[in-house]
């Protein structure tokens, strides 16, 4: 059972992992495989069913992942396109540059036929925006730049292609230019009646909260963050306590077991109705419920599905009087969730929820056995023991998702868990379960009080942030990696969570050995954008930069997956680079040189060219010479490149490579 969901979702990453997609042949072969080993299955015979049981179920997880990712299948953009868009309203955020951001549905474009129309799109809105233009539902029409996904910022980097291919996301853009309503205005279904009272919900919270702690109760309740400020999003990441605006199993947990605790204390208020009823098993399930609509009120995220899952195997576990807290409750959990996202493997927030609930269920299974835990719960001590139990969740919490944090994040808070002591009791003691008096308080007007109670609570947790995010020193930056040290992370951590006897010890070897290979890792010698503008060279003293402006996104993304906490500017002013504003020049070992000519001159490939030389000339086509030579034809077909030196020569890596024969890899 516990080993179950590690099966299924090996096969499922061996399907994202391939740089092929599978034929529809080769999966119903690879299934029917699985499915044959199964007659073969002796109990008797430990290991040989060990070996037929995981070859079964990863070759399930393989096909259903392949299965899932065809069943998702929608049109996306396959050119640029500049003109009207019209689409309902189902979602609304705001983008890096904090601009309000749609996502629109039911989708008309002009110039495309119907079949060829995205499912949905992305629209980050900077032009003048009238009054109720964008509420929950309404049609808007507006003149917009769109564009397909785009690939990755650097070969072997996060794919945004793959994750807007499981969102139905066609299109992304942006406009300038007004966004006025479209007729019909609203179409009033269950969907957009559920958003529309998210919204209305959310506005009533940020009128009774003000500023950032209103934000901020707005995106934990109804999972609306437009209003929240960057700076407030940094200082939580720098001091490890981003986690507390996600809503997550953190979320769920509190919320679900101060309904619980609510319902179970007040019916034993009574003893003559606790003596006729099962007050354990009907709160469990009224907590189930009170987790049913908060998942439906904060928009139902892929982490909020995951811990409502999580929860709800909890306490059903409650009601059918079996041990909740378990590792198979975490299985199945997990099972579920692969079941109904396979994707979400990929994610973070998955890896992050389970690694520490794993972590910390295996941990108390430990602890509860040693003499220590037992004699803390006797005299004098048994007060120290709740302090106690917090400091080691925290670190052991803390311990569990750093890695995963520092592999997808590129960063370690140097005071997380000092943070995450002094804020998350506030959340569970003062946050959520005002959330939940208020919703009952709110028939009576008498919510304010609640809400008071909920703002001071947000206050002090953001003032936590802030202090612990301005220290010295509070952020240390991680290079990144490829995805064989997190294969390596995961399979250690499962071995020493989930492996019975001394065995498990070989987790603690491998996680080691995971981080040694972490730490030697290398990076691209010459990294270029996708439009060929920008480069950045690797030096002893970090990247440089041949601009101190343009391509911010890019060059902030390369300099993260660096561990470099430098700014562009900061990059751009570091040696390696000379020329002037249409060309730049950088030295690379062995003689070679990479020459970025940003003008229009047509002759530039036959006076600069030498054997040695990348020229790389974006605004040209057709270019040739003797030396290699990245044109705009080039670009368009390489996506951003990357250069390594490989026994004297360069070696050139393409993004638009990385998923090239996937469905995703347009």
């Known amino acids: 059972m516990l080993w179950t969901p590690v099966m299924f979702g ?39 069913t060990t070996l037929l049981i995981t070859l079964l179920l990863t070759s399930v997880g393989y096909g259903y992942a392949a299965y899932r990712t065809i069943n998702v299948k929608a049109p996306i953009l396959t050119r640029h396109y500049y003109g009207p868009v019209y689409g309902r309203i189902i979602g609304l955020d705001r983008s890096a540059t904090n601009a309000p951001r749609v996502l629109l549905d039911q989708i008309y474009l002009p110039e495309f036929a119907e079949s060829n129309t995205p499912e949905r799109v992305r629209l980050s809105l900077h032009g003048y925006i009238p009054d109720d233009t964008l ?17 990755p910022i650097e070969p072997g980097g996060f794919d945004f292609r793959r994750m807007a291919w499981f969102m139905q996301l066609g299109g992304v853009g942006y406009t300038r230019n007004p966004a006025i309503p479209a007729h019909p205005e609203v179409e009033h279904n269950f969907k957009v009646w559920l958003f529309s009272l998210r919204m209305q919900l959310s506005a009533k919270i940020k009128s009774s909260i003000v500023g950032q702690n209103g934000a901020f109760a707005a995106a934990i309740i109804t999972g609306d963050r437009s209003d929240i400020n960057p700076d407030i999003l940094v200082s939580l990441r720098a001091s490890n ?207 304010k009080y609640a809400y008071w109670v909920m703002g001071e609570g947000i206050g002090a947790i953001l003032t936590v942030a802030e202090y612990f995010s301005n220290l010295e020193g509070a952020v240390t930056n991680i290079k990144s990696a490829s995805g064989m040290v997190l294969a390596g992370i995961a399979i250690g951590g499962l071995v020493l969570f989930l492996w ?76 390696g680079v000379y020329g002037d504003k249409h060309n730049a020049i950088s030295d690379l070992p062995n003689g070679w040189r990479i020459y970025l000519y940003l003008g229009d001159d047509t002759d530039v490939a036959d006076t600069n060219c030498t054997e040695k030389t990348v020229l790389v000339a974006s605004k040209l086509t057709g270019a040739s010479g003797s030396c290699i030579v990245i044109d705009k034809n080039y670009l368009r077909r390489s996506g951003a490149i990357s250069i390594n030196m490989n026994e004297g020569n360069p070696i050139l890596e393409h993004s638009r490579d990385t998923a090239r024969n996937r469905p995703w890899g347009y």
Not at 514 to 532: E, F, H, K
């Open 10 to 48: 090996a096969g499922i990453s061996i399907y994202f992992a391939s740089e092929t997609e599978p034929t529809a042949m080769q999966v119903l072969g690879i299934v029917g495989l699985g499915l044959l080993a199964a007659f073969f299955i002796r109990p008797r015979h430990i290991i040989r």
């Open 135 to 151: 509420a929950a539902g309404a049609r808007i029409a507006v003149t917009a730049s769109l564009s397909p996904p785009s690939p």
């Open 241 to 447: 306590l981003a986690h507390l605006l996600a809503i997550s199993g953190l979320h769920m947990g509190m919320l679900s077991g101060f309904v619980f605790a609510l319902f179970r204390y007040g019916f034993a208020i009574y003893p003559y109705l606790a003596l006729r009823i099962r007050p354990k098993k009907l709160s469990a399930g009224l907590a189930i419920i009170a987790g049913a609509g908060y998942l439906m009120l904060s928009g139902a995220s892929v982490a909020t599905q995951r811990a409502f899952i999580m929860t709800a195997v909890v306490l059903f576990a409650v009601i059918l009087d079996k041990p909740a807290f378990t590792l198979r409750a975490v299985a199945l959990a997990a099972f579920i969730v692969l079941l109904i996202k396979p994707y979400s493997l990929l994610e973070a927030g998955f890896q992050m929820s389970f690694a520490a609930t794993t972590a910390l269920i295996s941990a108390y299974e430990w602890l509860n056995k040693r003499q220590v835990w037992r004699y803390l719960s006797r005299g004098k001590w048994k007060f120290a023991k709740p302090v106690i139990a917090l400091l080691f969740t925290s670190a052991v919490a803390g311990a569990a998702t750093a890695p995963i944090s520092a592999f997808h994040f590129n960063q370690v808070s140097q005071y997380g868990l000092v943070a995450n002591l002094l804020a998350v009791p506030i959340m569970g003691l003062l946050v959520m379960p005002s959330t939940v008096i208020a919703f009952i308080l709110t028939p009576f007007g008498l919510a």
């Open 500 to 575: 019975k006897g001394r065995g498990r010890f070989m987790g603690v070897v491998l996680l080691a050995s995971t981080v040694l290979i972490w730490s030697s890792s290398s990076r691209p010698t010459v990294l270029l954008s996708g439009d060929g503008r920008m480069f950045g060279l690797l030096t002893e003293f970090g990247r440089v930069v041949n601009k101190p402006r343009g391509s911010g996104y890019a060059v902030r993304i390369w300099l993260e997956n660096d561990g470099d906490s430098a700014t562009q500017i900061e990059a751009a002013l570091r040696e």
